[in-house]
C-alpha cells in the first residue's frame, strides 16, 4: 500500500485571520479617517457666526449675515442674500472678529 502524506490539518484558522486582518486595516485606512472628518465639518457648521466669511460645497463665496437652526443666511453681493443649509458650507475661509470688551477710561491711567 502506497500512504500519500496529507497536509497539515486544522488550517482554518488561517483564512479566518487574513479576513480579519483585511477588515481591521480597512477600519483604520477608511472609515476611522472619514469618521474624523465628519466631526471636523460638523464642529466647523455648529460654530459659524455672523461676519463668517465662507465657501459652500458649490463654490459660493459669501458672508453669514444670519443663522437659524438648519440654515444660515449668506450675503453673497452687497444687498445680495442666499439661504443655505449648514451642511452645505465646505469650509470657513475668514473667521468674524469677535467683539473687543470696552476700555473703561480709568484704564489709561497707570499707578505708580
Known amino acids: ?3 500519500i502524506a496529507a497536509g497539515p490539518s486544522g488550517g482554518g484558522i488561517t483564512p479566518i485571520l487574513m479576513i480579519v486582518l483585511l477588515f481591521g486595516v480597512m477600519y483604520f485606512m477608511m472609515i476611522r479617517p472619514q469618521q474624523k ?3 471636523e465639518a460638523e464642529s466647523m ?3 459659524l457666526g455672523p461676519g463668517d466669511e465662507v465657501v459652500t460645497i458649490g ?3 459669501g ?3 444670519g443663522i437659524e437652526d438648519d440654515t444660515v443666511l449668506i450675503e453673497v453681493a452687497p ?3 442666499t439661504r443655505y443649509a449648514r451642511a452645505a458650507i465646505a469650509r470657513v475661509t475668514t473667521r468674524a472678529e469677535l467683539p473687543s470688551e470696552p476700555v ?3 484704564a489709561d491711567t497707570v499707578k505708580e
Open 1 to 3: 500500500m502506497n500512504h
Open 37 to 39: 472628518r465628519r466631526r
Open 45 to 47: 457648521q455648529s460654530g
Open 59 to 61: 463654490g459660493l463665496y
Open 63 to 65: 458672508t453669514v449675515t
Open 79 to 81: 444687498g445680495v442674500q
Open 104 to 106: 473703561s477710561e480709568d
